[in-house]
């Protein structure tokens, strides 16, 4: 699997839109872009995930560069309860051996007053 | 729907005795996958099940082992614990090759 680069830590005020920005420069044409967040002690939690364009859901948007070598997270309102530790995770689902997820260190969200 | 469960939540063990985890996947899904998470570590590819069968295998000792039920649950087996592998373990499943859903592990503290 390709893998991915993403800042340690990031904050966000309430209320504001939450970028976060993740490069995946080697990644192969049949891999996938997905999104977990992890809140303390709890599994990963699934949030959305893309192969080249862009995607909306209720929790979030993804937006993929057109090279497809890097993506951005985009919760719109952040609130408090949006503090976490945020996966960015590319896979490659046409293999078998591929069909896990490899995470890395995430980014650290928090979402403050 | 049911997410996937996982139990016991919470487990204390002594250095050199046996453990088993369990695992129910969401209904209709047939793969699992076993993750270990570390106190402050990230999350580590344990075992891969797929229809019964063990896919893939992360770099762990042997004393590391599961196995998948026809009903699509599956235990993960550690033996002769070590204090190290105190960690929460995690399960996730999925529909094929589809998205894995996680549940939310099992704390297991070995003293």
């Known amino acids: 699997d390709a893998k991915t680069t993403q800042p340690p830590s990031m904050d966000c005020a309430e209320g504001r839109a939450a970028n976060l920005p993740c ?3 080697t990644i192969s044409g049949n891999e996938y872009v997905y999104w977990y967040r992890q809140i303390h002690s709890q599994g990963p ?6 192969l080249k364009n862009n995607e909306t859901n209720e929790m979030a948007s993804l937006i993929i560069t057109e090279d497809r070598k890097s993506s951005t997270l985009i919760l719109p309102h952040a609130t408090l309860r949006d503090t976490a530790v945020y996966y960015c995770i590319v896979r490659g689902i046409n293999t078998g051996t591929a069909s896990k997820l490899t995470f890395g ?9 | ?12 063990k002594t ?12 209904s209709g899904h047939t793969s699992v ?26 770099n ?20 002769a614990l070590e204090l190290e592998d105190s960690a929460l373990y995690l399960c996730a499943s999925s529909r094929g090759r589809g998205t894995l859903h996680f549940g939310n592990g099992t704390r297991l503290t070995v003293t």
């Open chain 2, 33 to 58: 996958y076993w993750y270990q998470q570390a106190l402050g570590l990230g999350l580590q590819f344990l075992l891969w099940y797929d229809e019964g069968e063990e896919r893939n295998r992360g």
């Open chain 2, 15 to 26: 250095r050199g005795q046996q453990v088993t985890l369990r695992c129910s996947p969401i």
């Open chain 1, 105 to 113: 260190t995430g980014t650290r969200l928090q979402v403050t007053l």
């Open chain 1, 45 to 50: 939690q699934y949030i959305i995930h893309g």
């Open chain 2, 60 to 79: 762990f000792p042997p004393r590391f082992s599961g196995r998948q039920f026809p009903n699509y649950s599956s235990e993960l087996n550690v033996n």
């Open chain 1, 23 to 25: 490069n995946h420069s």
């Open chain 2, 1 to 12: 729907e049911a997410g996937v469960t996982q139990s016991p939540t919470h487990l204390i």
